[in-house]
């Protein structure tokens, strides 16, 4: 696709449930990176994939959060028995690769917006 | 742990008048970044700050970056209404982590 795709873009569940939020990258960008944003609040750093590697989930809050690159593209983040805390916009945003994207090719989606009631 | 504060955090501007978003960053980085939100949409890349004294300029908007102080500022000039929108600083923390400001939300008023 021409961008970083996100789906769903709204969703509401109810305290308890597990979520999947999925993210399209750019077609052959080998970096993916989750971020949440937070009402009122910059993005906050989650994970980073490097093709289907995870290389860092430091920024994953706690383990009811996970997230998969399984054949290098498409990622999915997972949320388990979700709290209203979770409540955020989940951004994905990938680049062509890590050189690509510390000079600034680095290209985000337009979120999943996540409410927990 | 690297923080990173802007201020203001909310700006109304009136048009054609000028004004100045500053950006502060608590530890060592060689990449600073600007990115423009619009509501309900995604993060646009406006500039790339990677070495100290950069400057860059596009249209109205200009950023600078002073490592030894450890702040940018994204200056405006002559503001327009169509440069209402949340603008985030974000500063590289190592080889691909970005840390972002909470952003300043600019409302320019005619």
């Known amino acids: 696709g021409a961008g970083v795709s996100q789906s769903p873009r709204y969703k509401v569940t109810k305290r308890g449930q597990d979520v999947a939020l999925r993210c399209d990258p750019i077609?052959?960008?080998?970096?993916l990176y989750w971020y949440r944003q937070a009402l009122g609040q910059g993005p906050e750093f989650l994970t980073y994939?490097?093709?289907?590697?995870?290389?860092?989930k430091s920024g994953l809050p706690n383990d009811r959060f996970s997230a998969e690159r399984p054949e290098g593209s498409i990622s999915t983040l997972t949320i388990q028995r979700t709290e209203q805390r979770d409540s955020a916009m989940y951004r994905c945003?990938?680049?062509?690769?890590?050189?690509?994207?510390?000079?600034?090719?680095?290209?985000f989606g337009e979120g999943s917006r996540l409410t927990v009631l | 742990e690297l923080k990173v504060e802007q201020n203001p955090l909310f700006l109304s501007m009136q048009e054609g008048k000028n004004y100045t978003i500053y950006c502060n960053y608590s530890?060592?980085?060689?990449?600073l970044y600007w990115y423009r939100q619009d509501p309900g949409k995604s993060l646009e890349s406006l500039f790339v700050?990677?070495?100290?004294?950069a400057v860059k300029q596009e249209g109205r908007l200009m950023a600078s970056l002073d490592t030894k102080a450890r702040l940018s500022t994204l200056h405006i000039t002559a503001a327009v209404h169509d440069l209402s929108a949340t603008y985030f600083c974000?500063?590289?923390?190592?080889?691909?982590?970005?840390?972002f400001g909470a952003g300043t939300t600019v409302t320019v008023r005619a």
């Open positions: 530890t060592t980085s060689d990449r």
């Open positions: 945003a990938s680049s062509l690769d890590q050189r690509a994207a510390n000079t600034g090719e680095l290209f």
């Open positions: 994939f490097n093709y289907e590697a995870q290389q860092d």
């Open positions: 700050l990677l070495s100290n004294g």
């Open positions: 974000a500063v590289g923390s190592n080889d691909y982590k970005l840390s």
């Open positions: 077609s052959g960008h080998v970096s």
